[in-house]
Every structure is written in C-alpha cells, then in structure tokens.
C-alpha cells in the first residue's frame, strides 16, 4: 500500500463552483499534514498545513480525520488561477514527507 | 520563507557523464533534502544532507550514484552519477527552516534530459 493515495482526477470545474478532493495516508505515527500547489513544470508551493482536525484560509479548507487516516480539502468559488497540481503531503513520523501522486484541478471559465 | 536557488535549472546530458547540481539558501538551515520528480510522477525523496557528515539515503539510492555534499548550511550539492536515460527528471532541493514544523520549502528544480 503507498504511502499517501489520491484520487488522480482530473477535476474539471466551471469558474466559481465548489471542488473537493480527499486523501488518505497509511503512517498512523504521522503528525503533521500538508497541501502543496504544484503549477505545470514548476516547484511545489506550500498552500496550507494541517495540523488540527483542520483548518480555512481564504477559499480554501482543508480537514484531517485521524481516526479514518484521510485528509481533505474544498476548493469554494474557484478561479482560474486554481487551476493546478494539489500534492497531498504527510510527514513520516519523522521530519521526512511522503508525497501523494496529486489530484490535478482545471477550472474552465 | 527561506529563497533557494538551484544551478542549473536544466541541462542536457549524455550517458555516463555525470552532473553535479548545486542548491543555496539565502539564510541558514538546519535540514536540507534532494528529491527527484519522473515525468508524471510525484516526487520522491532521495536522500537528507548532513552538514559535515555523509548524507543520508532513502532505501533505492546510493551514494556512489548521487554523492551529496553539505559543506555548511546554507549550500549543498547532488551528483547524478553515470548517467543513463532513466535518470532524466526534475532535481529539487528544499529546506526546514521552521523549527520542527515539518513544512518544507523548495527551490525551482534542475530539468536533467539525459540522452
């Protein structure tokens, strides 16, 4: 079993609809919890940490079920410019991460 | 965040030459780690940089492929070694810098096109 499984998508979304993607890790040791932006042919960029049952910033939410060892995130009132890569990322219990595959997001206009 | 810079950003190569890519940060670090990313691939860790001491590996890779060193902690640098078309790929560096955290922040990756 990988490490960290996404839901590849893609996700195909109007401007200004609700998204939302989950996925789940296997480390029932791992403590801290990650969504990175990655943008075509470019480095992944931080977006948010997870480090409760969940967090918001801005249009963006994501939420943490350790019991069921998944993670989430909602994309409200999308943009074009959300139109991207989405790594989950969990640490390994150490200070290592796993990376998910990625969920891939186009939002047309 | 830490800004990290990489040389070079992309270079093309032929078999069993090797490559060295250097990785700077404008501030000090404790923990620096190289990882690759195969074309439609996530990215996978390849090893930590110990500042003076050897690096340590993922299970998969081996120094006598990817010598990494770390000679201070703001600079580190990887060698692909011996170089064959499977080891064509995005190098990316990035740091911790957030004092246990656990948020990694990377630099803009070395496209490697090995022919």
């Known amino acids: 079993r990988k490490e960290v499984e996404q839901d590849p998508g893609p996700f195909n979304v109007p401007e200004g609809a609700t998204v939302a993607f989950n996925c789940t890790y296997s480390?029932?040791?791992?403590?801290?919890f990650f969504w990175y932006r990655q943008d075509c042919r470019k480095e992944p960029k931080l977006l948010m940490s997870v480090y409760s049952s969940g967090n918001e910033d801005g249009r963006f939410t994501a939420q943490l079920n350790r019991a069921s060892q998944y993670i989430s995130l909602l994309i409200r009132d999308s943009k074009l410019s959300d139109s991207a890569t989405y790594l989950c990322v969990v640490n390994r219990g150490d200070y290592k991460l796993s990376f998910g595959a990625g969920t891939t997001v186009t939002v047309r206009a | 965040s830490a800004v990290i810079s990489q040389k070079p950003s992309r270079d093309i190569c032929q078999r069993g030459t090797s490559l060295t890519i250097q990785c700077q940060v404008d501030?000090?670090?404790?923990?620096m780690f190289w990882y690759r990313q195969q074309p439609g691939q996530s990215l996978t860790l390849i090893a930590t940089?110990?500042?003076?001491?050897?690096?340590?590996?993922e299970s998969g890779f081996v120094i006598d492929k990817f010598p990494i060193s770390r000679p201070n902690l703001t600079f580190s640098t990887l060698t692909v070694s011996n170089m064959s078309p499977e080891d064509s790929s995005i190098y990316l560096c990035?740091?911790?810098?957030?004092?246990?955290?656990?948020?990694?922040?990377f630099g803009p990756g070395t496209r490697l096109t090995v022919l």
């Open positions: 990035s740091v911790d810098d957030t004092a246990g955290g656990y948020e990694q922040f």
């Open positions: 480390n029932s040791a791992s403590q801290s």
């Open positions: 940089a110990n500042q003076g001491s050897e690096a340590t590996y």
């Open positions: 501030s000090q670090v404790t923990m």
